[in-house]
């Protein structure tokens, strides 16, 4: 069997923070493989060095490869399995072949700093991911520990907290963290500014301004929480029919008729590994999704297409929701077809030509049939009324 690759934890104090036996693996490598920052922490031990590629994750299983049978040693910043080079080796070569030395990790150097227990922080990466990923942790005394791209992401952050009124946040910026450079910077977000080192760690206590929009992860946000342009399933029948899909972590949902997104990104927002692939025909109603996804902090693959010829290829999806177009021909078998074991299917309709098929289904299949009825107090006259929205058939059945 081939020696497993090594992976070096390695903090901003280089060698003299590394343990013996990560100092000993270090120099007995043939190769040595990092980002030059991390190659130029520790000292020239006979190594071949390899500097990393970009973009490094398609260059790889190729360079891992050519230096096999080697005994290869891949430098990594902080706790390498904690959104790191680490999980993608394990992934890519299968434990066994994998030995990971860890070193102490940004998230709780910084919890070290600011006196808070790592069991009560949610720790969220920016490093190649948009600044809108910290939109669902944002919350009314939540402490966050964002792992920065660059110097630029603390600002970007701030704006963030502003924009959604929790400019009165506390922001701490701890830069080269255990390093010689240390430094640490306490403000809020309101009140940020300055140059940051690239190697920065933020760490928010969220404080709500009195005007700030509660977004919870719970089904049922406000719908003034999306873009729309009427073609939104409103707050009350989104939470009944999110209650008939049953996000679980790790899980993806098919949204048949995207609209206004709604299904798919409270779906998404449920768990940060929750997927959602959303299927609309119209192009505009599309592009309007794709910023109702990022504006609430979660990513959802827009298939712009008409099912059920869209659906071709996708992968197979543990949840499916069709909120339009139900009595397209073949759209429901379809839908029924590619549900894995245990799948949940739920349909909504608010036609007559839907509940028509829907009952026919339901006579077929069974599963859970309610016709929801939603009113709301409006002005009637000098006086107040209820008025009702259309009654929506949800039909939900699992597979």
């Known amino acids: 069997m081939p020696e497993p690759v090594a992976v070096v934890g390695v903090g901003a104090d280089g060698w003299d923070g590394l343990s013996p036996a990560a100092r000993s693996v270090v120099s007995a490598a043939e190769v040595l493989m990092g980002s030059p920052r991390q190659l130029d922490l520790v000292p020239d031990c006979g190594a071949e060095r390899v500097a990393w590629p970009s973009p490094l994750s398609e260059s790889l299983p190729g360079l891992l490869a050519e230096h096999r049978g080697r005994r290869v040693c891949v430098l990594a910043s902080g706790d390498p399995t904690l959104h790191g080079i680490g999980t993608t080796l394990t992934r890519l070569l299968g434990a066994d072949a994998v030995r990971v030395i860890p070193h102490p990790s940004s998230v709780s150097l910084a919890c070290a700093r600011l006196g808070w227990p790592q069991d009560q922080v949610q720790v969220v990466s920016l490093v190649g991911h948009p600044v809108e990923l910290v939109h669902p942790h944002v919350q009314p005394g939540r402490r966050l520990v964002v792992l920065s791209w660059g110097a630029h992401t603390p600002a970007e952050v701030a704006a963030l907290l502003q924009a959604r009124g929790y400019g009165g946040s506390s922001m701490t910026v701890l830069e080269q963290l255990g390093g010689p450079s240390e430094r640490v910077r306490t403000t809020t977000a309101a009140d940020w500014s300055g140059d940051v080192d690239a190697l920065n760690v933020i760490g928010v206590l969220c404080q709500a301004d009195r005007q700030a929009l509660l977004l919870p992860t719970v089904p049922g946000l406000p719908d003034d929480a999306y873009e729309n342009d009427g073609q939104l ?167």
């Open 233 to 399: 399933t409103k707050r009350e029948v989104r939470a009944v029919t999110l209650s008939r899909l049953a996000p679980v972590p790790g899980q993806l949902l098919w949204d048949v008729g995207g609209g206004a997104g709604s299904i798919g990104i409270e779906w998404s927002r449920h768990h940060p590994t929750c997927r959602a692939i959303s299927i609309e025909r119209d192009p505009d109603r599309a592009k309007r999704l794709d910023r109702n996804a990022a504006a609430l902090g979660v990513t959802v693959r827009t298939v712009l297409g008409e099912a059920p010829d869209a659906l071709d290829g996708l992968e197979t999806p543990d949840a499916i929701f069709v909120g339009g177009g139900a009595t397209a021909p073949g759209l429901i078998e379809a839908c029924w077809d590619a549900l894995a074991p245990g799948g949940r299917l739920v349909v909504n309709g608010v036609t007559l030509e839907t509940e028509t098929l829907v009952a026919k289904w339901y006579g077929e299949l069974g599963g859970d049939l309610v016709r929801l009825d939603v009113q709301r107090a409006a002005a009637v006259g000098t006086m107040t009324g209820w008025r009702p929205a259309m009654p929506v058939t949800i039909w939900s059945v699992t597979k």
